[in-house]
T-cell receptor, first 113, second 112 residues
Framework: DAGVTQSPTHLIKTRGQHVTLRCSPI?????VSWYQQVLGQGPQFIFQ???????GRGNFPDRFSARQFPNYSSELNVNALLLGDSALYLC????????????FGSGTQLSVL | GEDVEQSLFLSVREGDSSVINCTYT??????LYWYKQEPGAGLQLLTY?????DMKQDQRLTVLLNKKDKHLSLRIADTQTGDSAIYFC????????????FGTGTKLQVIP
């Protein structure tokens, strides 16, 4: 079975632009979460979506938004990019809203110039 | 908010045991995790432990949980060069949704 897949793997944008990152969860998983990992740090929680509804949000500005589609895939959108948004964006999927098994994809490396 | 702390670096010789330590602040965490990250890669779930357990063993991996001291450790027996990576301790938060808080990661260097 395929794991969590994310696209694109790498992305370069300039300040002020908008970006959309995509995630497909493991088949059968209904929860998708997004994390931001800045170089040298641990991942930080951005959002959790379960059954197509936002269930939780971390301490990120409104420039960050996401949605989950009927097939449980998800998009993360970031508007008005800042240099500080440069990071590895990780998607995680799980069967249930709260679970012991949270599986991560390989991430999208976003560079903002 | 939740805080998770780990030492930044650990160096061991191949064949020795590695012990990576972690402390956390939220005593209401239900699940505690260890993830492995290799260069340029995502996070690999190594193992997890429920908060009502003291110990969990999975092949070369042993997780110890001391709830009183809010201390979690990961022991890797017979450490191999392929174990070289960054290891993240992580804990979930209580509440209606799942937010996992990660430590800053411990870089494990295995010397042949």
């Amino acid at each position: 079975d395929a794991g969590v897949t994310q696209s694109p793997t790498h992305l370069i944008k300039t300040r002020g632009q908008h970006v959309t990152l995509r995630c497909s969860p493991i088949s059968g998983h209904k929860s998708v979460s997004w994390y931001q990992q800045v170089l040298g740090q641990g991942p930080q929680f951005i959002f959790q979506y379960y059954e197509k509804e936002e269930r939780g949000r971390g301490n990120f500005p409104d420039r960050f938004s996401a949605r989950q589609f009927p097939n449980y895939s998800s998009e993360l959108n970031v508007n008005a990019l800042l240099l500080g948004d440069s990071a590895l964006y990780l998607c995680a999927s799980s069967l249930r809203q709260v679970t012991e098994k949270l599986f991560f994809g390989s991430g999208t490396q976003l560079s903002v110039l | 908010g939740e805080d998770v702390e780990q030492s930044l670096f650990l160096s061991v010789r191949e064949g020795d045991s590695s012990v990576i330590n972690c402390t956390y602040t939220d005593s209401s965490s239900t699940y505690l995790y260890w993830y492995k990250q290799e260069p340029g890669a995502g996070l690999q779930l190594l193992t997890y432990i429920f908060s009502n357990m003291d110990m969990k063993q999975d092949q070369r991996l042993t997780v110890l949980l001391n709830k009183k001291d809010k201390h979690l450790s990961l022991r890797i027996a017979d450490t191999q060069t392929g174990d070289s990576a960054i290891y993240f301790c992580a804990v979930d938060t209580s509440g209606g949704y799942q937010k996992v808080t990660f430590g800053t990661g411990t870089k494990l260097q295995v010397i042949p």
